[in-house]
């Protein structure tokens, strides 16, 4: 299951199927869209679901590890444009989750 420890263990079998399943059709889609996607940048529909989606995922994740790497704490801001293209601002504070720490918006 996505997220899950060891689901990295089982990516590279599915992805192989996956792709194996594809027309000659979407392959050529496929690429066309990667192509572009590396020229351009991912398109902003694109940047803004995954933005929703796993940002929070992300920045947690980075504040864990540099709470266990480092030591450190983070307070972190993010700004995206949502599908409408307006300005979204989001505060993140994990640190009362996270070892001892005290929640920097808390206090």
Same mark, same amino acid.
């Given at each position: 299951k996505a997220g899950e420890h060891g689901m990295?263990?089982?990516y590279s079998k599915y992805l192989t199927e996956m792709v194996e399943s594809l027309t000659p059709?979407?392959?050529e889609e496929a690429t066309q869209m990667a192509i572009e996607w590396n020229? +351009?940048?991912v398109p902003a529909e694109v940047q803004s679901d995954i933005a929703r989606r796993k940002s929070d995922?992300?920045?947690q994740y980075v504040a864990k590890e540099m709470f266990k790497k480092a030591g450190m +704490?983070?307070?972190m801001l993010s700004a995206w444009k949502n599908e409408k293209g307006k300005l979204m601002v989001s505060s993140h504070d994990y640190n009362d989750e996270i070892g001892k720490g005290e929640s920097f918006s808390q206090s």
């Open positions: 990295m263990n089982h059709k979407e392959v020229k +351009q940048g995922d992300i920045l +704490q983070l307070f």
